[in-house]
């Protein structure tokens, strides 16, 4: 079975620059949601989108933005990057905003040099 | 604030016998709950949910029961194999806005 996809799997960056996540969702899942996991830390959540539209926010920081496109899938924007942006990111995606299973992505480990 | 709380950082069992985690909450509005297995460099996997209408929940050698009054829910694998050994998340959501929010896992070691 798809499952969801997301790339690069791995992201070397310099403080101060930008980087973008993809993620794709399983074919006919409609939510994506994106989470952080510091070293050390359970994920925390970041953003989530319904139909290209954001559905919530959590403990994004303003330097990131994101969004999904017409064909759901979705990309994290890291501006100005600092060091403690290192982590790995999961989008994990659901079909509808209820009571659904989220499946998640094998995640993005970025790190900050 | 941990609002869903995994005391136990490590739990090791002999390959057979049954392994029980456990996983606390103290947000009463939480009302959906979901096991997650992890692997090293892997993505959560998800093994089982249950609704806070029910109290238990199967689905072949997992078993998860919740305990609202308690604010604690709990896994239980049976039999155990060591394929099973990886980090078991807690996780919980509420209301509308589906995020979770995770405990802080539970290394799961079978021995054989």
């Known amino acids: 079975a798809a499952g969801v996809i997301q790339s690069p799997r791995h992201l070397i960056k310099e403080k101060r620059e930008t980087a973008t996540l993809k993620c794709y969702p399983i074919?006919?899942?409609?939510?994506v949601y994106w989470y952080q996991q510091g070293p050390g830390q359970d994920p925390q959540f970041l953003i989530s989108?319904?139909?290209?539209?954001?559905?919530d926010k959590g403990s994004i920081p303003d330097r990131f933005s994101a969004q999904q496109f017409s064909d759901y899938h979705s990309e994290l924007n890291m501006s100005s990057l600092e060091l403690g942006d290192s982590a790995l990111y999961f989008c994990?995606?659901?079909?509808?905003?209820?009571?659904?299973?989220?499946?998640f992505g094998p995640g993005t480990r970025l790190l900050v040099l | 604030d941990q609002q869903v709380k995994q005391n136990s950082p490590s739990l090791s069992v002999q390959e057979g016998r049954i392994s029980i985690l456990n996983c606390d909450y103290t947000?009463?509005?939480?009302?959906?709950f979901l096991w997650y297995k992890k692997y090293p460099a892997e993505g959560p996997t998800f093994l089982i949910s249950?609704?806070?209408?029910?109290d238990k929940n199967e689905d072949g050698r997992f078993t998860v029961f919740l305990n609202k009054s308690a604010k604690h829910l709990s896994l239980h694998i049976v039999p155990s194999q060591p394929g099973d050994s990886a980090v078991y998340f807690c996780?919980?959501?509420?209301?509308?806005?589906?995020?979770?929010?995770f405990g802080s896992g539970t290394q799961l070691t079978v021995l054989p």
């Open positions: 249950i609704s806070s209408i029910k």
């Open positions: 947000n009463s509005m939480f009302d959906y």
């Open positions: 994990a995606s659901s079909s509808g905003r209820g009571r659904e299973t989220q499946y």
């Open positions: 996780a919980a959501s509420s209301g509308s806005a589906r995020q979770l929010t």
């Open positions: 074919p006919r899942h409609d939510t």
């Open positions: 989108f319904y139909e290209k539209m954001q559905s």
